[in-house]
């Protein structure tokens, strides 16, 4: 007969189905002793935890229940049982069918003193282990895990049966040198006053909490128990409302990095709250459902704040990404597959992105090269040349506003013509053919050799440098291997290099009307 102590407690069926005991007891019209027990996969109950009327327990999902006999679960291992099963293997063990006595009416298994020595020497040697998915529930013995792994520096116990927090409380305060725990998969209930377990994680930098059914309430008292966090990974949870706290900067002082990915976020004034973290330096945001990012007027936000991370979400406008640039400490980003962003080419999408945050020096995980910058700002000026025009020529006429709406859109246009000069404006007339729309009017020349005559082309903007080179050998005679190309966009003005064969004419921002000049 089970105790009501077990109530709470992480089973996993014979089919390797994992849930939580609801209910302990008789059900009616059926005899014995069943478990109510709601399952983490909904689909693998029957009901709600109520059956023929009686309610019996309580389920989050309609069909997330369902009663078994205790004999068609597993209540999982110890710690110690769990390592044993990971790192020892049975041709290892010297043990023979007859090398085990009886002590206190307990067959006790007896290994040679040599293999003992030897394996308790390469536990003691361990600084990493990973016990992920071995059914673990408890941990065992006190004093039995530090006896065993005095070294270890970090512990991955993901997608255990650990059901509460004390447990978990039990095996890392044993573990003195420890600085790094996952705990994913893992359902944790919250004790009742968190921080009375602080001491217990006091050494503790680095936590995982993945897939664990955890709301922002929840986190916050994680911070209470473990006030040393420098990082935090709380991904794929049912974070969707970050509630402001005032002694938010008190319970997280240290935290340096927090990974929110895959929650349910869609207000950016809830990310707000985060910048009263004051070590804050690494967001993840990627796969929530934010629409925009957005700053109140002489902000001045999240100072520490160097990378941020919001792919997959739905930010739908330029002028989110322009606030990001008020970001004062920001140097990296990651922000694709956003709907901004799926309008335009990935490159053109990129160019777009360097140029409206000066200080960006990774995005996506690409370095931002000085070349790179100058060109997506030459780019941008290009692109966006003959609205900047429209506006200037008619700011005075229109009370302003027109040119107001501009730089909302483009904060950094007037900045950039500063930095490069004013681009040159011609309005290409509109061709029906698609073909032609992509075709560039180019001229190439030929300083070197005044016997060589310039040469008009209409050339694609997909068009490699590397293609280039061997358009250019067959018209000069030229070898591709020597050519040096640098493109200037009007006979009298400056030359810029064009140094990677991979990359296309756009690359460079090259339009109709521009000079490609070939030296050797």
Known sequence: TLIMEELGRRVISNNGHVGTIRFIGEISQKPGEWLGVEWDDPTRGKHDGSLNGVRYFLCSHPRGGSFVRANRVSFGVSFCEAVKRRYVRLDEEGIDGDDEMVVSGKVVEIVAGDQVEKRQTQFHNRLEISLSGMEMSSSGSDGEIASLFPNLTAIDLSDNLLSDWLTASNIVKQLPSLSKVVLSGNRLEMPPHPSQLCHCFSHISVLSLNRACLEWQQVMSIGSMIPSLAELHVCYNKIAELHSADDLPELFGCLRTLNLEGNCISKWEHVMELQQLPCLSVLILNSNQLTQVSFQSGDCPFQHLESISMSQNLINSWQSINALSLLPSLRFLRVKQNPVLETEKPFEARQQVIARI???????????????????????????????????????????QQSEEFHSIHPMYSTLVKAHGEPQTARQPVVANALKDNLLGITISFPQDPTKMSA???????????????????????????????????????????????????????KSGNVIVVRW
């Not at 370095?367 to 506006?391: G, I, M, P």
């Not at 280039?468 to 290099?497: F, N, S």
Request: aromatic share 8%; hydrophobic share 30%.
């Open 358 to 400: 000066p200080q960006l020096e990774s995005l996506e995980g690409s370095k931002v090269s000085v070349k790179e910058r100058q060109l997506a700002e030459r780019y941008y000026l290009k692109r966006y040349a003959n609205d900047w025009v429209a506006v200037e020529a008619n700011r005075r006429e229109s009370s302003g």
């Open 456 to 510: 008009t082309k209409k050339l694609p903007a997909t068009l490699t440098i590397q293609k280039l080179k061997g358009l250019i050998q067959r018209l000069c005679h030229v070898d591709a291997c020597q050519q040096r190309l640098t493109y200037k966009e009007r006979e009298d003005g400056p030359e810029y290099e064009m140094e990677d064969n991979m990359r296309p004419l756009s690359f460079y921002a090259v």
